[in-house]
């Protein structure tokens, strides 16, 4: 029960890799508030948490989530930034990408982010404490080609990681990234063309040979928000069964 007391918002926690991560949090004793476009409330109703409906690329709901976890609750210990678009993607040469799939890529892969903590930090400065998760990918680390918008915007997300963390270090919040590699999430199991081009090749570029599931990554996040991290900051740790090294 490392994270008992503590209150933590994960976006896109509806479903996937953020449900799995919801769940384990919720097992370490936290109280866990679903933030996602769908399914929130059930999803949370199943933890005893809060459930709302948000969309992580519009301010007005950003700010709404944090308001209403700190009326609910009366404090944010934690954020995981999860919510992303991924799994919806077909991959494909660079010049194919249409402007309005980039800037819907990142509108929520870079600019939900940003969002989300920015509406949660003050409630953290002023309790002096916060922990902050942000799920990346392996893909900006290995340069993975076809899905230029998607691995740009996760080599953002590793780079505000490390710029928010020299920013809000002195008020006892601290802020990393874990990076998954190709995961069998919910929205990947339901995208045959994602099944049919990256699982094998996947599969044969890690040491660890089997898939990976979306609970191979929640052990990782859990460090991050436990005392046992409480020396650790602006990092990113991949979680990828060894497919790639640093
Ligand atoms: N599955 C993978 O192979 C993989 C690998 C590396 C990183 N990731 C990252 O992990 C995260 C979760 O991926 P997943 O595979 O579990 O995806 P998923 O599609 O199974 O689930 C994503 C969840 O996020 C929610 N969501 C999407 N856009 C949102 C928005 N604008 N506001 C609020 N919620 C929103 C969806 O409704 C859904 O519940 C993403 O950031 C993804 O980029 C996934």
Redesign the pocket.
């Known amino acids: 029960m490392r994270l008992a007391d503590r209150v933590v918002i994960v976006?896109?926690?509806?479903?996937?890799?953020?449900?799995a991560i919801a769940a384990r949090l919720h097992e370490e004793g936290a109280t866990i508030v679903v933030?996602?476009?769908?399914?929130a409330e059930e999803a949370a109703a199943e933890l005893g948490g809060l459930g709302l409906r948000?969309?992580?690329?519009s301010e007005s709901d950003t700010e709404a989530m944090a308001a209403a976890a700190l009326e609910r609750y009366g404090r944010i210990d934690g954020l995981i930034n999860?919510?992303?678009?991924?799994?919806?993607l077909v991959p494909k040469p660079f010049e194919e990408i249409s402007v309005d799939e980039w800037r819907t890529v990142y509108d929520?892969?870079v600019m939900?982010m940003f969002l989300a903590t920015r509406a949660v930090v003050p409630a953290m400065r002023s309790a002096g404490y916060g922990r902050i998760v942000n799920?990346?990918?392996?893909?900006p680390y290995k340069g993975v080609p076809f899905l230029l918008h998607?691995v740009t915007s996760?080599g953002a997300v590793v780079t505000m990681t490390r710029a928010i963390a020299k920013e809000v270090a002195g008020d006892g919040i601290l802020i990393n990234t874990v990076?998954?590699?190709?995961?069998?999430?919910?929205?990947?199991v339901a995208n045959p063309v994602q099944i049919e081009k990256l699982q094998e090749i996947s599969l044969k570029a890690r040491l660890i040979q089997r898939d990976?599931f979306?609970e191979d990554i929640v052990g990782a996040v859990a460090f991050f928000c436990s005392p046992d991290a409480d020396f650790i900051t602006g990092q990113s740790l991949v979680v990828d069964g060894g497919a790639y090294f640093n």
Do not use: E, H
């Not at 799920?135 to 893909?139: E, L």
């Not at 990076?179 to 990947?188: K, L, N, Q, R």
């Open positions: 976006t896109g926690g509806a479903q996937g890799i953020g449900r933030a996602d476009l769908q399914g948000v969309d992580v690329s999860n919510a992303g678009i991924y799994t919806s929520v892969n939900g799920i990346a990918s392996g893909t998607y996760k990076a998954p590699g190709f995961t069998m999430s919910d929205g990947v990976q979306p």
